[in-house]
Nanobody, 126 residues
Framework: QVQLVESGGGSVQAGGSLRLSCVASGSTYSNLYLGWFRQAPGKDREGVAAIAPDGRVSFADSVKGRFTLSQDNAKNTLFVQMSSLKPEDTAMYYC????????????????????WGQGTQVTVSS
């Protein structure tokens, strides 16, 4: 069983930045696929950014060049640094995980992940 806790959401004006954190526990961190997903009211869940145990990284086209991933492996924490935020980035952001024992080919498909955090709200005003 994997537990995930997100933090760092808030309200920011367009063009601003936020850094979200995801702390994972209950499994060996290095053996996890980890991803960020978001969902706005009335819209489908959308993959944002993800990293695989083999080092593969994927970003949604809508965030490339604006969002970056980083990790603090000693603290089992994944970060997403979100810059140049736009109103369309407004959503509930979720951290998701899956252990490495089953291969994931498409890292931004939400249904590939079976552990989810509670979410943290990001609101970007124009």
């Amino acid at each position: 069983q994997v537990q995930l806790v997100e933090s760092g959401g808030g309200s920011v004006q367009a063009g601003g930045s936020l850094r979200l954190s995801c702390v994972a526990s209950g499994s060996t961190y290095s053996n996890l696929y980890l991803g960020w997903f978001r969902q706005a009211p009335g819209k489908d869940r959308e993959g944002v950014a993800a990293i695989a145990p083999d080092g593969r990284v994927s970003f949604a086209d809508s965030v490339k060049g604006r969002f970056t991933l980083s990790q603090d492996n000693a603290k089992n924490t994944l970060f997403v640094q979100m810059s140049s935020l736009k109103p369309e980035d407004t959503a509930m952001y979720y951290c998701a995980a899956k252990n490495q024992y089953q291969w994931i080919s498409y890292l931004l498909e939400w249904y590939e992940y079976n552990y989810w955090g509670q979410g943290t709200q990001v609101t970007v005003s124009s």
